[in-house]
């Protein structure tokens, strides 16, 4: 099991895409191995027809499997009969493991699919930070956010997010009031330029952090490792609600 369980607590860079699940999961293997993450050889296969919302639904019907390197890329791609794969571990520099995974899923929406790794100096509070926690907290911050950036260029992703022991929504919990979105959040630019509700609940929500214009969309940011202008995100808890709010309904209308 500690082949597909990374250190806690987890930093996780979460999608929610508009495409198939299984083409997500597979984009987003092919970039960890690009940033030089090196396949284990782990990998959780559930049959192609399971349904599921969370992944112990798939309890007796998924396997963990130790593959060698051919068998694991024709399964992460989504070309082995055998099933699909809902969870695979990568070692990043170090040795530290990294694993992509589909999250839970909920009101018959799609899972958002995920990259999670140890949180290792992110899950300090930055004022209990010494120097060595400081710099390595800076390099996990530059690869996630760099990680997210390309997942949403090639995977076609409406919404993503960047968090600490955090699992991202799906449309429906967020339209609902259910779920509240983190601090790190990207929205698609085909959400936000066509829609004036989501765009000033984004403002708001952010309000006092750093948006930054990505080629595809906004990449609002409130934590300071995140973000070049060191910006900390003062939470209004109720703006933030709303921004989530605006976002699942902008994804629940296209």
Same mark, same amino acid.
């Given at each position: 099991?500690?082949?597909?369980? =990374?250190? =806690?607590?987890?930093?996780? /860079?979460? +999608?929610?895409?508009?495409?198939?699940?299984?083409?997500?999961?597979?984009?987003?293997?092919?970039?960890?191995?690009?940033?030089?993450?090196?396949?284990? !050889?782990?990998?959780?296969?559930?049959?192609?027809?399971?349904?599921?919302?969370?992944?112990?639904?798939?309890? !007796?019907?998924?396997?963990?499997?130790?593959?060698?390197?051919?068998?694991?890329?024709?399964?992460?791609?989504?070309?082995?009969?055998?099933?699909?794969?809902?969870?695979?571990?990568?070692?990043?520099?170090?040795?530290?493991?990294?694993?992509?995974?589909?999250?839970?899923?909920?009101?018959?929406?799609?899972?958002?699919?995920? +990259?999670?790794?140890?949180?290792? #100096? %992110?899950?300090?509070?930055?004022? %209990? @930070?010494?120097?060595?926690?400081?710099?390595?907290?800076?390099? %996990?911050?530059?690869?996630?956010?760099?990680?997210?950036?390309?997942? $949403?260029?090639?995977?076609?992703?409406?919404? #993503?997010?960047?968090?600490?022991?955090?699992?991202?929504?799906? =449309?429906?919990?967020?339209?609902?009031?259910?779920?509240?979105?983190?601090?790190? +959040?990207?929205?698609?630019?085909?959400?936000?330029?066509?829609?004036?509700?989501?765009?000033?609940?984004?403002?708001? &929500?952010?309000?006092? &952090?750093?948006?930054?214009? @990505?080629?595809?969309? @906004?990449?609002?940011?409130?934590?300071? =490792?995140?973000?070049? !202008?060191?910006?900390?995100?003062?939470?209004?808890?109720?703006? $933030?609600?709303?921004?989530? +709010?605006?976002?699942?309904?902008? /994804?629940?209308?296209?």
């Amino acid at each position: 099991m500690a082949a597909l369980y =990374p250190e =806690p607590p987890h930093l996780t /860079v979460a +999608v929610y895409s508009e495409g198939a699940e299984h083409e997500c999961f597979a984009t987003l293997c092919r970039l960890v191995a690009a940033m030089g993450c090196v396949p284990n !050889g782990a990998v959780e296969v559930a049959p192609w027809d399971a349904e599921f919302e969370l992944r112990s639904d798939l309890a !007796g019907r998924s396997a963990i499997l130790d593959v060698k390197p051919d068998r694991f890329a024709r399964i992460v791609a989504g070309e082995d009969e055998g099933g699909r794969a809902v969870r695979a571990g990568y070692r990043r520099k170090r040795g530290t493991l990294v694993i992509v995974e589909y999250l839970a899923a909920s009101g018959g929406d799609r899972h958002p699919i995920a +990259v999670s790794a140890s949180a290792d #100096g %992110l899950g300090i509070p930055i004022d %209990l @930070w010494r120097k060595s926690e400081r710099a390595s907290a800076a390099r %996990l911050a530059d690869w996630a956010t760099n990680l997210l950036r390309k997942a $949403t260029a090639e995977c076609g992703v409406w919404y #993503g997010a960047i968090g600490v022991e955090y699992s991202l929504a799906t =449309p429906s919990e967020l339209a609902a009031g259910a779920a509240v979105l983190t601090s790190e +959040v990207f929205a698609s630019r085909k959400l936000v330029d066509h829609n004036d509700d989501l765009r000033k609940a984004l403002l708001d &929500g952010f309000r006092g &952090g750093v948006i930054s214009e @990505w080629p595809n969309g @906004w990449f609002c940011s409130g934590w300071a =490792p995140f973000n070049a !202008g060191n910006g900390m995100l003062s939470v209004d808890k109720a703006a $933030t609600k709303r921004a989530g +709010v605006a976002l699942g309904r902008a /994804v629940l209308n296209r």
